[in-house]
């Protein structure tokens, strides 16, 4: 008997060719998903293969979805299959659930673990039904579903073990497939946010393009503003200084104009103000600038002049105004006064060359000039550099300043604690020159130092004497920055006030934007003044750039709010904000607030309520004399036990 007709062994046979062609259709599935990664692609493939695998009727894969509630048919072949891939269903729904919660297959032999109600409930089902669980490395995936058999019979364990066998292998592949395509989303994702992020940045930069543009041009006329003007004149000066070359600014202060904004409306004064500078742009060439400072205010820069070229300017200027401008059906006229300042003739720095256009403006206004070039001679505000030093030399050396005192009385109580010492020049020929002019003259004259010790000498003094007549006040003394930053000046201070006993009567003002330069060194002196007893107060407080963090770390124990926020602050609810803010923050870092410029006894009771400590300002007292102070401190004594 030939082997071959032993029907065992041809039972063997047909098995072993069934056992190849499976091999050879889950190597194919392998390769043909293994280079797919397009996951619907992978879906179709891996339904496909099953179904030839066990011969359903239809297979279907259901996978979970990504909020773990709902699962959906991702993938299906033969009856059907069109219609129901796509549909989501509750996870605990049908057999998905069952094997969802038991992470094992369903299929005909699950029957025999059911309880008895539970599979009267799925015996139906269990027949017609197998459905194994795919599994991916790091997640469940959900599963792989055959549903009836093509040959009518039910799937029995040869199917469970083949399909078992299938899902093992393609769940991994889905799972792959998968990740790459939630890499692709989020690498989309991504490309849309860069893109956003793109245009976002666009309009950023358009905008602080707009920023830069609000903040150094006129949006009126689009003319330069005082910012850029400031930046090219410092620019044409070191050009000049290089060159030897001398470039002029031009003033144009339009006469009346307040007039033409009243009687004819704003809208008409910016259509003036438009059109002239039309006109003045005309006559500009390249090099030149033209801006508008504000108000009715145009400034030209002409680099590369003289007088005699500048003087033509002007009055060419001059004539550009002449020809009357059309508003609506009338015709107005406007004037204008000019006033010019020359680098260097007439100062070498920004500020020395604008004061002096203004300064020259205000002479042709008054004179009725049309334009004036700047001449120091008539400049009865600036004394001639020479003359002045000398002056201010003589005058230290015969003791000739003066301190005149401004009290300080507690917002709470009314009395007098402290007294502020402000300098004083009375000029034989000149009359009162006030500190505004004489101390920027002393600190450039390099003779600040020499005021300086001599004033504080002189406030010691006073103090000493007043607490015989039975006051005992802290006199504040204003220190120049110059002089604070003198590497000899603790051991100079020492020298004037000797003792902690002494030094208690003294406070040294000083502004906050010292705090900028040299922070390191300043804390290291200014540690140094309150170990000889003496207190430390910031003056003039809000207008200038003190951070807060550095002033906590600074051993000052006081600060005065500048006059500027306190005047208006019944009238201006900004600057009543501003102080109150600063009185809430000077307490919170535990200062004294004095309040500087009180005026009105309104300020004053305003101030009160809001806490400030301390009150300084004309409602008080002016600064007076020495012994103007004694007279006040015993009548305001009186008046303090009366009232
Ligand atoms: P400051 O330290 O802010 O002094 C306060 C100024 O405001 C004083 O001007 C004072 O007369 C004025 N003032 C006081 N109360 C009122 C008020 O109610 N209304 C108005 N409108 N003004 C008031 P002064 O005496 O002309 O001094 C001006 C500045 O000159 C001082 O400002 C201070 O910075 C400086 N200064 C004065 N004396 C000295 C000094 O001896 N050394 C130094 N380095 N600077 C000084
Ligand atoms: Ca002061
Ligand atoms: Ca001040």
Redesign the pocket.
Known sequence: MSTRKNPVFLNLEENLQDKEAEIELLQETFTEIGSELNLDSVFQIVANRARELVGAETILIPILDENCETYTYRGGAGNNADEIVGESLPLEFGVCGWVWRHKKPWWQGVLDELSEEERNLWEKEAGTMILIPLQGKRHFLGGIAGINKANGEEFNRRDLSLLSMFASIVAIAIENAMAVKKIEEAHKITEDYQLRLEILNKQLLESSRELEFLSLYDTLTLLPNRTLFRDRLAQHISLAKSDSSQCAIVLVDLNDFKQINDALGHDSGDHVLKEISERFKNILNSHETLARPGGDEFMFLFPNTDKQTITKKAKSILKLLNQHFNIGKSEIAVNASIGIALYPEHGDDIGELMRHADWAMYRAKKTKQGFNIYDPNNDDTSLGKLTLQADLRNTLEKNGFE??Y?PQVTLNDDQVIAI????RWPHPEKGFI???IF?PALEQASL?DK??YW?IEQSLKHAMELKEHGHNLEIA????TQTLTNTNFITNVKQIVKDQDRGRYLVF?ITENLFLSEYERLLDTLQHICDLGISLSI??FGTGYSSLSRLKKLPVSELKID?SFV?DMVTSSDDETIVRSTIDLAHNLGLTVVA????TEKVYNRLRDLGCDIA????IS??ISFNALKDFLKNHKENFINS
Do not use: H, R
Not at 596 to 599: D, P, R, S
């Open positions: 301190l005149y401004q502020e010492a402000l300098g006030p500190p505004n101390i600040i005021y300086t004033a003394i204003n220190i120049s003002e003056d003039d006059q005047k500087e410029g009180v005026e300084q300002g004309y409602l002016k600064p």
